[in-house]
C-alpha cells in the first residue's frame, strides 16, 4: 500500500479529501496516518498562542471511566511548551500552568492581569533573550499598589530592562511609584512603543532625560500632571505617533501648554469629558498640525477648536466626535462634512436638515461611519428627497445611524458633562445639547456662517426630573426632553424611512452593514420597505430601531426582515416601554 503524501497538512479540503478517499477504500491504516501528519503539522498552530484564563484553567484530561482528572505526563508538556510564544496569563496558579510556565523559554508576547511577582519574574527572567511585547493590567481600578506584592513594586522595571529586543510595552490600571521611577524611566529608554492607560506615575525625572527609541506613545487618562506628561512628550525626539486623552474631571491650563514642542507628532487626540475651554482645547490642536483622530464629544469644543479644525485639520482628519457639545452648531457641522473631505467616521448631534441640504454640497464621500439626529423635517417630501440624495452620494458607507439615541458611542462613549458645558442662555432642545451659548455670530475662513441655534423646550427642573433624567442617562434610553416632545406628537420630525419619501435613493449604499435609527420611536415602515431594505442591502448585518409605532405590526415586519435575511441581526428597543417617574 502506497500513501500519497499530503502536501499542504494544515490545508483542511486536501485532508478531508485523503480522509475520505482512504476510507472509501477501506484503508484505515493510510487514514490514520493522514490524520497522524494532520495533527502533527496543527499542533504548534494551536500551541502557539495560549490563554491560561480559559483554555488551561480547567484544562485536565478526564478518564471517562473512572471520572478523574489527569494531569499530561512531563515530557508531553515540555513538548507543548516548546511552541508557545504568546500567551495570557492571570496569577492563578492552577496545576497546569504551575507545570507549563517553568518549560517556556521561546516567549515573544505575554499579557498578564493580577499575578504572583515572584511567577512573573521567573517567566520574564527564562525569556529575556525572546520577549518583544508586554502588556501588563492590573486587576483592580483603584490604588493598585495597594493590592501588588512589594517586591513587585521594587523590582519588576529592573527585571524588565533585561529583556533585551523588548519593543513594546503596555500598562493598564497600574502604579509607577517613587520607588520604582528609575528603572522605569529606564526602561523606556530602550522601548519604541508604549501605551499608558489609566496609570498613575508619581513624578517625571527632574533632570534632562530623552527617549530616542520611542516612535509610539500613548498617554490615555493617566493619573499625572498634565504639564509633565507634555514634558515627557518633548523628551521623545523621534516621535512618529501620539495619542492622548485627557483624564476625567482634570482641566488643562494654559501653563501645561508652554513647551513649544508640545504635540508635533501628535496624531491622535481624545479630549471627550474635558473640562478645558475651547481656547485651551484649540492652543493644543493648533501644535498638532497631524492629527487624525479627534474625540471631542462631551466637551467644550466651540467656534475657536473649530476654526482651527477648518483650517489646519481638514485634509488629515479621519476620525472626529463632536457630539454633546453645547458650543456646536448646525452650521459648524454642515462646514465639517464640506471641508474636512477624508473623513471615515464622523459623529455630531443635532442639524435641521435643511442647513445639510443647503449649498455647498457635503464632500466627506468616503466616510464609512456617520451618526447625525436630522430634526425639523416635518414630514416634507421634498427635503427628504433632497436628503436621502445627499445621503447617496456617501457609497462606502458601512454604519449608518439616525437619532438621538446615538449617544451610544463607537469612539467614545460613558457618562460624562453635561451638554451646557461653558454655555449659557435657554436650555438646549434635545438632550444633544445643540445651540447652546452661541449669541452671536462667526465668520469662518470658509464664510460659513455659524450663528447659534435657537432651542424651544423647556430646561425641566425640579426633583423628579432630575431623577428622570439620571434615569435615562444610567440606562441609554432616549433623553426625556426628545422622549416627552416626540410622544406628543402625531407625526416624528425626523427622517420618514419610506419608499415614497425616497428611501431607494439609499441603494447605492452597496456596502452599509448596520443602519440604527432606534431613537426615532414613531417609525412607519411597511412591508415594502422591509423587501426593499432586504434585496437592496446585501451586507446589511444589523437593524436597530423600531420598525413600526404600532406593535401588531412591528412584530409582522420583524417577522417579515427574519424570513428575507435570516443573517442580519434586529435590534428591536421599543422606547414607549420606559416609564420615567
Not at 517613587?178 to 513624578?203: R, V
Not at 425639523?376 to 458607507?397: G, P, W
Amino acid at each position: 500500500m502506497t500513501l500519497s503524501p499530503v502536501k499542504s497538512p494544515l490545508l483542511l479540503p486536501e485532508i478531508l479529501s485523503n480522509i475520505g478517499r482512504f476510507l472509501a477504500k477501506r484503508e484505515l491504516i493510510a487514514c490514520f496516518q493522514v490524520c497522524s501528519t494532520w495533527h502533527a503539522a496543527l499542533e504548534p498552530v494551536l500551541w502557539a498562542d495560549l490563554n491560561f484564563e480559559k483554555q488551561l484553567l480547567q484544562s485536565y484530561f478526564v478518564d471517562a471511566e473512572r471520572q478523574v482528572r489527569i494531569l499530561p505526563d512531563p515530557p508531553t508538556i515540555q513538548r507543548l511548551a516548546r511552541h508557545i510564544t504568546s500567551i495570557r496569563y492571570r496569577g492563578c496558579q492552577s496545576p497546569i500552568s504551575l507545570l507549563i510556565l517553568p518549560h517556556i523559554v521561546r516567549l515573544t508576547r505575554l499579557r498578564v492581569f493580577h499575578h504572583s511577582s515572584a511567577t512573573l519574574r521567573s517567566l520574564i527572567l527564562r525569556n529575556v533573550a525572546s520577549l518583544v511585547h508586554i502588556h501588563w493590567e492590573e486587576q483592580y481600578s483603584g490604588l493598585a499598589s495597594v493590592y501588588r506584592p512589594p517586591d513587585l513594586v521594587d523590582d519588576m522595571f529592573s527585571v524588565m530592562v533585561q529583556c533585551r529586543h523588548l519593543h513594546t510595552l503596555t500598562l493598564t490600571r497600574s502604579t509607577v511609584s517613587e520607588s520604582q521611577a528609575q528603572p522605569f524611566y529606564q526602561l523606556l529608554q530602550q522601548l519604541h512603543s508604549i501605551t499608558l492607560s489609566s496609570t498613575s506615575i508619581h513624578s517625571f525625572p527632574s533632570d534632562p532625560i530623552h527617549f530616542p527609541n520611542i516612535n509610539s506613545l500613548a498617554l490615555l487618562a493617566v493619573d499625572m500632571d498634565p504639564k509633565q506628561q507634555f514634558k515627557l512628550v518633548a523628551s521623545c525626539p523621534n516621535l512618529g505617533t501620539f495619542s492622548w486623552k485627557a483624564r476625567v474631571r482634570t482641566p488643562i491650563t494654559a501653563d501645561a501648554l508652554t513647551l513649544p514642542t508640545t504635540c508635533p507628532r501628535l496624531t491622535a487626540l481624545d479630549l471627550s469629558r474635558c473640562e478645558s475651554s475651547d481656547s485651551i482645547m484649540a492652543q493644543i490642536m493648533q501644535k498638532s498640525p497631524h492629527l487624525t483622530f479627534l474625540d471631542a464629544s462631551r466637551s467644550s469644543f466651540g467656534p475657536a477648536c473649530f476654526m482651527i479644525l477648518v483650517r489646519n485639520q481638514s485634509r488629515a482628519l479621519q476620525h472626529l466626535d463632536v457630539r454633546t457639545c453645547g458650543d456646536v452648531t448646525s452650521e459648524m457641522i454642515h462646514a465639517i462634512m464640506v471641508y474636512c473631505q477624508r473623513l471615515v467616521s464622523f459623529q455630531a448631534s443635532d442639524i435641521p436638515a435643511r442647513v445639510l441640504i443647503q449649498e455647498p454640497q457635503i464632500q466627506c464621500l468616503q466616510l464609512e461611519i456617520l451618526t447625525l439626529n436630522l430634526t425639523e423635517i416635518a414630514q416634507d417630501k421634498t427635503i427628504q428627497f433632497r436628503v436621502y440624495e445627499q445621503l447617496a452620494r456617501l457609497t462606502r458607507l458601512k454604519v449608518l445611524t439616525f437619532g438621538p439615541a446615538a449617544e451610544g458611542s463607537r469612539l467614545g462613549a460613558g457618562a460624562g458633562i453635561g451638554a451646557g458645558n461653558g454655555g449659557s442662555g435657554a436650555a438646549p432642545r434635545t438632550w444633544m445639547g445643540i445651540g447652546m451659548g452661541m449669541g452671536s455670530g462667526m465668520n469662518t475662513a470658509a464664510g460659513v456662517g455659524a450663528a447659534g441655534n435657537t432651542g424651544g423646550g423647556g430646561g425641566g427642573g425640579g426633583a423628579a426630573v432630575a431623577g428622570a433624567r439620571r434615569l435615562q442617562n444610567a440606562i441609554g434610553s432616549t433623553p426625556l426632553n426628545n422622549m416627552m416632545t416626540t410622544l406628543k406628537k402625531d407625526e416624528p420630525d425626523s427622517m420618514d424611512f419610506r419608499l415614497k419619501y425616497g428611501l431607494a435613493q439609499l441603494a447605492t449604499l452597496k456596502q452599509l452593514e448596520e443602519f440604527r435609527f432606534e431613537g426615532l420611536v414613531l417609525c412607519k415602515m411597511d412591508v415594502d420597505e422591509i423587501q426593499w431594505i432586504a434585496n437592496a442591502w446585501k451586507s446589511l448585518r444589523m437593524v436597530r430601531g423600531v420598525l413600526h409605532k404600532e406593535k401588531r405590526r412591528r412584530a409582522r415586519l420583524e417577522s417579515k426582515l427574519r424570513e428575507l435575511r435570516p443573517d442580519v441581526r434586529l435590534v428591536s428597543i421599543d422606547m414607549c416601554k420606559v416609564t420615567l417617574f
